[in-house]
């Protein structure tokens, strides 16, 4: 059975920080590109980053690119992302999401989800 588990979202004030993990299980982590992905009320699910399965390139959504980052530590099955300069437009559920790599071409797993609110 493979699990995505989300941790780390909160409310903060705009201009902080927040770190969410998201903890993998049931599958072999390293073959997998791994992908933060969020969703706002009454929005459409939206990309927000994701890392290569070696760990060795990430790519941002231009939202957040410069104020988001995107880490993976495979000894752990774990994948980070560290939001820093929060805006409320940041506010939303952040899943995450696993795919395999080089061969799925859209994400096979997804997480639960961790509701991150960013105050004004």
């Known amino acids: 059975q493979v699990q995505l588990v989300e941790s780390g979202g909160g409310m903060v004030q705009a201009g902080g920080s927040l770190r969410l993990s998201c903890a993998a299980s049931?599958?072999?982590?390293?073959?997998?590109?791994m992908g933060w992905f969020r969703q706002a009320p009454g929005k459409e699910r939206e990309f927000v980053a994701m890392i290569t399965s070696n760990g060795t390139e990430a790519y941002y959504a231009d939202s957040v690119k410069g104020r988001f980052f995107i880490s993976r530590d495979n000894t752990r099955d774990t994948v980070y992302l560290q939001m820093n300069s929060l805006k409320p437009e940041d506010t939303a559920v952040y899943y995450c999401a696993a795919k395999l790599w080089l061969v799925s071409s859209t994400y096979n797993y997804w997480g639960q989800g961790t509701q991150v609110t960013v105050s004004s």
């Open positions: 049931g599958l072999t982590f390293s073959h997998y590109e």
